[in-house]
């Protein structure tokens, strides 16, 4: 069975600061999916970033990247310029490819934005 | 555009008590899931659907039952509700290959059971 791990419950980062999240992830497949959601309190969950595991190029969204390391099973999003705004949990998520279409999620980590 | 609309937003349950969260989808997606929240920790997946008539368990199924005799509607029973229901529970929905994939969800509802 597919695994998601996030290893860091809670983060800082100083406003305009670059902050890196770390998400891994355990699977026996070729073809997947990875996602991060964005959860601020409201409680809406709000995707910031996909990528396909079949593109070796890193997925950009404005000043949300991805590093995808698929050998290593490693996925971690890259924040720059922080915000206040960007104060949320971060949820790592992976979809399969294959038949079974769960999304299984990571435990989350709490970003907090130090004015 | 309403997307993925879960009803009610808030309810209070008497331990022993039954009820039926409501999800609907009204973006045609075949794929749709119901997820848990417990304070300060991810998703967990109750149930989850790959289309109408199909429906599949996830990673905490006990104590809950779904159906899905429709594209647009994937309702999620609790039976003799336990505090450890107590949750923030999300209905999500997604498309097939090829289209980007990603679960759209619902505001959530927010579930007491005392």
């Known amino acids: 069975a597919q695994t998601v791990t996030q290893s860091q419950p809670e983060m800082s980062v100083q406003e305009a600061e670059t902050v890196t999240l770390s998400c891994t992830y355990d699977?026996?497949?070729?073809?997947?999916?990875l996602f991060w959601y964005k959860q601020p309190p409201s409680r809406q969950m709000i995707l910031v970033i996909r990528?396909?595991?079949?593109?070796?190029q890193n997925a950009t969204e404005n000043r949300f990247s991805v590093n995808f390391q698929k050998a290593a099973k490693s996925f971690s999003l890259k924040i720059s310029d922080s915000q206040l705004g960007d104060a949320a949990m971060y949820f790592c998520?992976?979809?399969?490819?294959?038949?079974?279409?769960?999304?299984?999620f990571g435990k989350g980590t709490r970003l907090h934005i130090l004015p | 555009n309403a997307g993925v609309t879960q009803t009610p937003k808030f309810r209070i349950l008497k331990i022993g008590q039954s009820m039926t969260l409501q999800c609907t989808q009204d973006?045609?997606?075949?794929?749709m899931y119901w997820y848990r929240q417990d304070p300060g920790m991810g998703l967990k997946l109750i149930y989850y659907?790959?289309?109408?008539?199909?429906?599949d368990k996830g990673e905490v199924p006990n104590g809950y039952n779904v159906s899905r005799s429709t594209t647009e509607d994937f309702p999620l029973r609790l039976e003799l509700a336990a505090p450890s229901q107590t949750s923030v529970y999300f209905c999500?929905?997604?498309?097939?290959?090829?289209?980007?994939?990603?679960?759209?969800f619902g505001q959530g509802t927010r579930l007491t059971v005392v």
């Open positions: 999500a929905s997604s498309s097939g290959q090829p289209s980007p994939l990603e679960a759209f």
């Open positions: 699977t026996s497949e070729s073809d997947y999916y």
């Open positions: 990528q396909e595991a079949y593109k070796q």
């Open positions: 998520a992976y979809r399969s490819a294959g038949r079974d279409d769960k999304i299984i």
């Open positions: 973006m045609n997606h075949n794929y």
């Open positions: 659907s790959v289309g109408a008539g199909i429906t």
